[in-house]
């Protein structure tokens, strides 16, 4: 429960073209289109270190609000 991870997925037509997850770092592409957004996605630093700090200021913070409710349950 002290591990907590950022995971975004960007869908398009109910249909996941790309992942960030902050365990693995990076973007990753889920289909032909989301390979070449990804790519350039991970080519551009600021992006990339934005979503990066988003999960280094943002989980921890929002899970000290929600692990009361979550973990009685």
């Known amino acids: 429960t ?3 991870r950022f995971v975004l997925r960007k ?4 249909e996941q073209y790309v992942t960030f997850d902050s365990d693995v770092g990076h ?3 889920e289909t032909p289109y989301g390979e070449k ?3 350039s996605m991970n080519n551009n630093p600021e992006m990339l ?3 990066q700090d988003q999960a280094d200021t943002l989980c921890p913070q929002n ?3 929600s692990a009361p409710f979550l973990t009685d349950r």
């Open 2 to 4: 002290e591990k907590v």
């Open 11 to 14: 869908l398009y037509n109910r």
């Open 27 to 29: 973007f990753v592409g």
């Open 37 to 39: 957004v990804a790519w």
């Open 49 to 51: 270190g934005y979503y």
């Open 63 to 65: 899970y000290e609000l």
